[in-house]
Each structure stands twice: as C-alpha cells, then as structure tokens.
C-alpha cells in the first residue's frame, strides 16, 4: 500500500509504469547469433547459435518482479523492458509516459466514478497482433 494521504496523482506514475509492464504493448521478440561461447541464466549458448529474446517474457519474469501475473499499480518497478532496453530504447518514452500520466490524471480528476462496466476476464483481447491491447474497454461512470 502506499502511504496514506497520497492523491490519485501522486500514484499516477506508479500505476503508468506498472500497467506498461503488465500490458507490455509490443513484444519486442529479437533474435540474435552468439559470436562467441556464453552462459546466460545458467544455460550455455555456444558461438553460432541463435538466441530469440522476448521483452514481453521478461517483463513476467519471476526473478526480476514479485508475483509478476499480479497487476499491483503500486509496485512502481520501472526496471521493466517496455520500451526495450539500452541502445535500443524508445525514444519516445518519456514523452509516453509523460501522455499516459496527464491522460488519466485528467480522466479520473473529470470523471471520479469511472469504473469497468464488464469484468476483466470478459474483455476481448488482441492476442493475434503484434501490438497488443483491448478490443473495447466498457465503462460507466
């Protein structure tokens, strides 16, 4: 829980980099050849073979995140690889995430009773695509 007294938008940042974890919205799936004998995680990769990484996996990985199939909006990780990693950042991240906190910032501060109209379990998901998502989102207020 986070400390008592804190506004919705002293949470917003948490909840932002959480629900960009858990909704990983591009599974950055890359390949690439070892050039060289390594070990990785304790498995052997010998030079010439083919590595696939999934950022999407690592973002529910156990050993980096507690209970990663729980989304807990105050678990404020940021250590997460949706918009990759190193090099090979977004760079529009911080322009994301600075979209996504003003967005619901401004949605809840205008509409304080918005809630889901359907359970999550019933919500239609994009699973054949490569970014990913709801089909629809159905709210009342």
């Known amino acids: 829980m986070a400390p008592s007294g804190l506004s919705l ?7 932002v980099e959480e629900l960009l974890r858990y909704f990983t ?17 304790g498995v052997s990769i010998k030079a010439g073979e083919g ?6 996996s690592a973002n529910w990985d156990p050993a980096a995140f507690k209970d990663p199939a729980e989304l807990d909006v105050e ?11 190193g090099p090979h950042q977004c760079l529009g991240q911080n322009l994301a995430r600075m979209e ?7 949605l ?3 509409i304080p009773t918005l809630q889901l109209a359907a359970s999550t379990e019933d919500l239609p998901f994009k699973t054949d695509a490569v970014i990913y998502g709801a089909h629809e989102l159905p709210v009342t207020w």
Do not use: N, Y
């Open 75 to 85: 678990r404020g990780a940021r250590h997460h690889l949706a918009f990759g990693f």
């Open 100 to 106: 996504l906190q003003i967005v619901f910032d401004t």
């Open 9 to 15: 938008p002293d949470k917003t940042p948490m909840a």
């Open 108 to 110: 809840f501060r205008r």
């Open 25 to 41: 919205i591009a599974d950055g799936v890359t390949s690439r050849l070892a050039t060289e004998d390594v070990e990785i995680g």
């Open 51 to 56: 590595v696939i990484v999934s950022t999407l």
